[in-house]
């Protein structure tokens, strides 16, 4: 955790009107102190950089700073690959002091070497900081600015609430392809690449974002409100012929919002089942099914008072491995429920993802090659009701038409690149399984940087 590393002491004693940070787990390479972001090149003018997402072709870029950059690699993390090719860019230009302009035309070569998904910021020593979207927008980054007596700061970061919890305003999205560069001068930004299939991932308003944040022009809050209203049409239409549940039950904390707009739309009784204890974190993140299964247990505490003798409609965000699941219904069961049925906001989740979430191979999904009665009797539920896709698409595309278009891959294989195929999945999945990697990863959070104009 941030608050373990960087301490009141640690922070007063840091000097300086600029920085960058990262708070993101790694999804290419491991999760051992050598690959701890930002990274950093000396050669050349000193480039640091982080990054939130995944590239899809990392091992073309892996030959090609090895035997044509030569440029000297010390880790398997992609985000090492994307921080050399920028640096290699720049060394064309052979300047002792580069520009803005030279800044601009080495990320617009960038876009064409690299491809996946980056939301990017990096610091130059002793001339600025940079961020950088990739062409389809899969990532978040959004950019503010905060009054002062000798102008403005300015900071981007993944989510908005970063901003306007150090009381950031004027908040507005990188756009997909757009580059950023903030000197003690001035900030300049340029749309560098422009792309026909901007497709934000849609996994960010489902799980991994916060509920106060706004991202894509989009309100999280509002678009998990929706999906409560969308998966209440399903419940509906799956228990047409037998409409029993007694309570409305939601899995804490990211299906809450959207379990208390389906109990309102059902007019049946929303009740908190799941105390919660804080000092664990998130599950789905946890190295191993058998740490998963045991930190669940840990982590809530089934409420006897709400689920004996009743039938109980758990209500969850989404149904990954399935193992967190399964052992809530079990929980459920223990504290007296008759039936249980688990709802999920999201569609069954099939295929992996490449562009920076953590998800486990197709043979770790449990609706992998399941349809839903199956996956109910593997994680113990009387019933699942998975939401449709088209709904989960408009629960978020209404509050911001202009996006025709998100990253839905888990759930259909439509990899937005257009560079994924059966084998580069086969060879993805060979690094990602829990034996083959033996690494502890975490949830995809913010990338940020901060640029203090007085000193």
């Known amino acids: 955790m941030v608050r373990d590393v960087f301490q009141e002491d640690q922070l007063s004693a840091l000097i300086g009107s600029l920085g960058i940070g990262h708070v993101r787990y790694p999804t290419a390479g ?12 000396n050669s050349p003018y000193g480039i640091v950089l982080a990054h939130n997402g995944n590239l899809t072709n990392a091992e073309e870029l892996r030959e090609f700073l090895d035997k044509i950059a030569h440029r000297h690699i010390n880790t398997d993390s992609d985000s090492e690959f994307m921080l050399n090719v920028l640096a290699n860019n720049l060394q064309k230009t052979g300047k002792f002091r580069i ?6 035309t080495a990320i617009k070569d960038l876009h064409r ?17 940079i961020g950088f979207r990739d062409p389809h927008g899969i990532r978040p980054l959004v950019l503010g600015r905060r009054k002062t007596v000798a102008g403005y700061d300015y900071m981007m970061a993944s989510e908005s609430v970063v901003l306007e919890a150090l009381g950031f305003t004027d908040v507005e999205d990188v756009k997909p392809g757009e580059a950023i560069i903030i000197t003690q001068q001035n900030i300049q930004r340029r749309v560098l690449v422009e792309s026909d299939q901007i497709a934000p991932c849609i996994f960010e308003y489902v799980y991994f974002a916060r509920q106060d944040s706004i991202m894509d022009g989009i309100s999280v809050y509002k678009a998990r409100l929706s999906m409560g209203e969308a998966l209440a049409k399903q419940v509906k239409l799956s228990l047409a012929d037998m409409m029993d549940i007694d309570v409305v039950i939601p899995v804490p904390d990211t299906s809450r919002v959207a379990a208390i707009q389906l109990s309102k739309d059902l007019n049946i009784p929303y009740r908190e089942g799941f105390n919660k204890n804080r000092y664990v974190g998130r599950t789905f993140i946890m190295p191993g099914q058998q740490t998963r299964r045991k930190n669940v247990r840990r982590k809530l505490n089934a409420m006897a008072l709400e689920f004996n003798n009743k039938n109980v409609l758990l209500v969850d965000d989404s149904i990954v491995r399935g193992t967190t699941s399964k052992e809530i219904i079990q929980m459920a069961r223990e504290a007296g429920a008759k039936k249980v049925y688990f709802a999920s906001c999201a569609p069954p989740i099939r295929y992996p993802n490449v562009y920076g979430i953590d998800m486990p191979t197709r043979s770790e999904l449990v609706a992998h090659g399941r349809n839903e009665q199956q996956v109910a009797e593997e994680i113990g539920a009387d019933k699942v009701i998975y939401q449709t ?8 595309r209404k509050f ?25 999945l086969a060879s993805l999945e060979g690094t990602r399984t829990d034996d083959s990697r033996g690494r502890l990863s975490f949830d995809s959070d913010s990338v940020g940087l901060y640029n203090q104009f007085q000193r």
């Open 400 to 424: 911001n038409p202009e996006i025709v278009k998100f990253d839905t891959s888990v759930f259909d294989k439509d990899y937005v690149t257009g560079d994924i195929d059966d084998d580069y």
């Open 99 to 104: 520009n803005q302009e030279d800044i601009f």
């Open 30 to 41: 491991s999760s051992s102190a050598t690959e701890a972001q930002p990274f950093y090149v």
């Open 389 to 396: 896709l088209n709904d989960l698409v408009e629960s978020v």
């Open 113 to 129: 070497q690299i491809r996946g998904a980056y939301a990017c910021v990096a610091m130059i020593a002793g001339f600025g900081i």
